[in-house]
């Protein structure tokens, strides 16, 4: 096993623990949008280092260059998506919790 | 070398579809879909290069669109009650 293995396996363990640390956010917070902060987690810091550990493991080809292609798209998707939640559940009268709550 | 990753990712996508059934809010609920489609598009990855067949890719990017069109359909349903509705406000006049 080489190095550039044991990084990446490194990085895919890191992201796979980030995923279930977001996923505790949203069990654990009081409030839909500190739940949406919690998911973002997921969305970014679990996908880039899942996605960049199987690059590094796949190396320079056809593969790496599908991951990369899926990387962006998600990190051009999520956000879009978490914005039009927030947004609609504030249209749709969901209020943010205050300190007065 | 990567099963311990695939398990955990299993084990949030059990994580987050219990947490779109037991959700309070309808938003609650398309959240953890979201995050179940993103965790599933990670998992077919990641269980390309376990069985080393990293062909599935095109699957996990085909997935990935699918996922968040769905989420912006389904938004657009519950905030104007119709799919094929005009999101641009109609213009007030003078008042």
């Known amino acids: 096993m080489t190095a550039i293995e044991i990084l990446s396996g490194i990085l895919v363990i890191l992201g796979s623990l980030s995923i279930i640390v977001g996923l505790l956010g949203v069990y654990r917070m009081p409030d839909f949008f500190t739940r949406l902060h919690a998911a973002s987690v997921i969305d970014t810091l679990g996908t880039i280092l899942i996605l960049f550990g199987l690059i590094l493991y796949a190396g320079l080809n056809i593969v790496s260059i599908k991951l990369l292609l899926i990387l962006i798209f998600i990190l051009i998707t999520t956000p879009t998506a978490a914005h039009a939640l927030a947004k609609s559940a504030l249209h749709g009268k969901l209020k943010p919790m205050t300190d007065d709550d | ?95």
Request: charged share 15%; proline share 2%.
């Open chain 2, 1 to 95: 070398m990567f099963e311990i990753p695939t398990f955990m990712i299993l084990l949030s996508m059990l994580l987050a579809l219990v947490s779109a059934i037991i959700g309070k809010t309808i938003y609650d609920k398309i959240l953890a879909v979201n995050i179940f489609g993103t965790v599933t598009v990670l998992f077919i990855a990641l269980f390309g290069f376990l069985t080393k067949r990293p062909e599935f890719l095109d699957i996990a990017l085909v997935y990935a669109l699918i996922n968040f069109i769905s989420t912006v359909a389904i938004l657009k349903f519950f905030e104007y009650g119709d799919i094929s509705a005009s999101s641009i406000e109609k213009e007030k006049g003078d008042i």
